[in-house]
């Protein structure tokens, strides 16, 4: 199975832009539809945006639609959330997952899941 690694959280102020990536090894990217989770203290997992194996559909979760954009660079089996206008609510740990079917905004369609990565908006 592929395993992923989140990386690009950190501190940011509000307003501000941070880009995540979620990298791949032991099996191509390509293979897969790819899609952002994130958990905040004391709040259950939430979906934020999904990508389908070419890049050609994406979904996003109302919250930060219009802010966040998902995109893949198959070749370096990498996906990437770009995150701009950013809030204090956003602050979260946030995942990237993959599966072998269609792009999915539930946690349970995917299979395989990264550490995670920090992200913090302080206002």
């Known amino acids: 199975q592929v395993q992923l690694v989140e990386s690009g959280g950190g501190l940011v102020q509000a307003g501000g832009s941070l880009r995540l990536s979620c990298a791949a090894s032991?099996?191509?990217?390509?293979?897969?539809?790819v899609g952002w989770f994130r958990r905040a203290p004391g709040k259950e997992r939430e979906f934020v945006a999904a990508i389908n194996w070419s890049g050609g559909i994406t979904y996003y979760a109302d919250s930060v639609k219009g802010r966040f954009t998902i995109s893949r660079d198959n070749a370096k089996n990498t996906v990437y959330v770009q995150m701009n206008s950013l809030k204090p609510e956003d602050t979260a740990a946030y995942y990237c997952a993959a599966t072998g079917g269609s792009p999915a905004v539930v946690a349970v369609a995917y299979r395989s899941w990264g550490q995670g990565t920090q992200v913090t908006v302080s206002s």
């Open positions: 032991g099996g191509s990217l390509s293979n897969y539809a």
